[in-house]
């Protein structure tokens, strides 16, 4: 069936570095690509997206790229803040309605 | 406010007792969906709803039940909850399938 691998699933970085989360999906009809961050005790909320017809999009610190091609797409954050620590999913959805997460990454940012 | 709301948010209960878990949105979206997440397994799709009276299986549907009636609410049935449900449950809602999808606060489920 159809399947999201997210890599790495723990990330520690220092306050300021940028944060590289990768994703890879297998349904070639795809074509929305949300990413969720999730703090403790909450539900997912969502950072950003991009569709199927976008390469990249940027959002201030955050940034998402998309390789249709390889089935790739990776979330950016550039400068980053303590309160940027969190628990981030990717996710891929077509038309049908079906939404498929990956497994997470807890992302740490150290002072 | 615009917003999803589940309740209960905190379930204990004992295996077989059947239970609902209400979801409701404020935002008039088609889209509702359920999901389960456990530790290292991420997010999964129990069952979603493209609309009034339409309801399809995500990736996890085994065990559950779901209902469509009215467009606001989408609650998700457990009609003899097995300890293997313990987890933590999201509804979300978006105004239509693959838009940006709004989480509620998860409702944390214990089965004993």
Known sequence: ??????????????????AVIKCTYSDSASNYFPWYKQELGKGPQLIIDIRSNVGEKKDQRIAVTLNKTAKHFSLHITETQPEDSAVYFCAASSNTGKLIFGQGTTLQVKP | EAQVTQNPRYLITVTGKKLTVTCSQNMNHEYMSWYRQDPGLGLRQIYYSMNVEVTDKGDVPEGYKVSRKEKRNFPLILESPSPNQTSLYFCASSFLAGETQYFGPGTRLLVL
């Open chain 1, 1 to 18: 069936g159809e399947n999201v691998e997210q890599h790495p699933s723990t990330l520690s970085v220092q306050e300021g570095d940028s």
